[in-house]
């Protein structure tokens, strides 16, 4: 029985879209209000998908609590009322675009998550903007 | 033209997780407060997703009102306001994980749907838990 | 500057309508399915209203955190994957309607809640039923 | 990095379900309450879901500001606070279902698109129905 | 113990706006798009709340049930699925702006409801815009 | 006809609690997460209430596109998109707590509002956290 569970979890971070290698026109042109020196932020809202195999003793794919902790830990805690730009490694060279942010955060849960799972991570910027890696 | 059209539902119920071949220690350890003796409820938001060939006569993949009724007589009717565990016979030997209950819809409308319609359900435990059967 | 503050939160909970003091008959006539023997369940969402002075030296109408901890203690702790009727003894001779338990929320919040504060609670039993204590 | 991005948009309309080719009496039958011939009204929610590699250089799949502008060209412009039967071309001899309403956005912004992406349209008539093509 | 109860509802209707003591030019410049000739519609969402004394033998302010039936009476049966300008006879004289339905709704209710009790009406003419009537 | 019409809209911002008049170690024990000096962020979402007089020629409060008009000059231009404490005049000296942002949200529109009508915000800093300004 191959099923996939869902959780939800959120965070609300500041964030600057900016490419070093170009001229400051090149970065407002592209960029537009994203490219803030000062930053802006949101309500980042995380939807985790995890597929396989049901275990017959449990009814489970896998215990929700165990996954809810991870995404705490990979997730939340580093990621929560920071500024991705600067206080999250892995944005100090990559750009935090919703796409990188989502890219960034299905590598870290893939690190963690049993290998005969499968992984999608959904990741809202705003209720209007979302993206969704791998793409089906 | 295939396409896929969705239609969501919802039923209030109680339920409990339990394995009786397992003590009361290990239930207790496994299923934490969803062990609960006295059950506890939810209330589940059900999606429906069935996918084929749109008719050109009418438009439709099917007829909304069909599905509808259909989910009714399947799944609200003996599902809603009632206690999993007692009241559905499926789940009396059968643990009421929302895995399990999502897999027992889809078998209750997959029979009852046309062989040449796909059908995917979706079932909400909480705005933030949810699952599908079966898995892309 | 007078202000209101709004936290929200949730509890997953069964219950079952009853009313001792009638016939079997009337209880079924009056609750209909609410009053299935073996309870059935509910998604309460509750959205706790403060209303007061801003302090100027925090800006805050109190520290919200204090607020998700009271919260925490006096409801989800004692309610969530709980039996109203059984496992919460404010209900075990009182009926556990929406408007009953909305109010019992309240009374538990006050009783911890500074005097110079006003309260107001409204619990959602489902997206399209809900109450508000007290009514203005 | 193949990912897909989700843009939102919604347009408000007037439609009528009717095959010129039946009888008022067929058409009754099938389309119900949805044959009025003074029309009724939905909210259309729209979700556009586009696929394909991120762009290194500015971690975006596409701007997002692009599509934005593209679904207000192709379908907020056009259908917004229209009647789609006496507005819209596409309509005029074609049933504006929920399928084919999916199905004629699919194919402006399709048309407008990068060969090189991937494109799926979802349709929301009311919270309750939507539809999406291609299907899965 | 004095409580308010909410129920929603929702119905999908057609409608234009104008004004026929105007001329074309005027009606166009004031209601913009809501005046097109061809009508444009929505999925309006209706929160019925009624305040007053919970009675203490049933735990109820009224019945859910009631109410739920004396909306669909006034409220779904007539408005839903239909031109408000050309099938409901209260807009065939008076303008259906979001206020004014939202009066003309609060009207049939409170014709129906026990005088004891207090009402108020907010309509959602999209998730964007709404009214509320009477105002606090 | 007194009645009460209801606006929504969104911006995106950073922000950093902090109170320049006390040490860093106090203002980390009052604001925790919140006073991070390298900021933080949010998508706010609005809701603003204006009540009054139907105006019996229109059958609107007001024309909804001046009101929308009017948020976009007075607080989505300002705000959106920028870092609240560096890029908005109000702040600088204002520690931007949603109690704060609304207050000043509710100035900046009561001063371009007809002083004939009634005026209440409320303003989500989360989906779960948010306020309103003046309180009833």
Chains 1, 2, 3, 4, 5, 6 share one sequence.
Not at 81 to 98: G, S, W, Y
């Amino acid at each position: 029985m191959r099923i996939a569970v869902f959780r939800k979890a959120h965070f609300n971070a500041a964030h600057r879209l900016h490419n070093p290698a170009w001229s400051d026109e090149k970065n407002q042109a592209v960029f537009g209000l994203c490219n803030n020196a000062n930053y802006h932020g949101h309500n980042y809202e995380l939807e985790v998908k995890v597929a396989g195999e049901v275990d017959p003793e449990t009814g489970y794919l896998m215990d929700m609590k165990v996954l809810k902790d991870l995404i705490y830990e990979e997730v939340e805690l580093p990621f929560d009322h920071k500024n991705l730009n600067l206080d999250v490694p892995e944005f100090q060279h990559f750009n935090p675009t919703a796409e990188h942010i989502c890219y960034i955060i299905w590598q870290r849960l893939r690190n963690r998550l049993d290998p005969h799972l499968d992984l999608m991570v959904r990741l809202y910027e705003t209720p209007r903007n979302f993206v969704e890696y791998p793409a089906l």
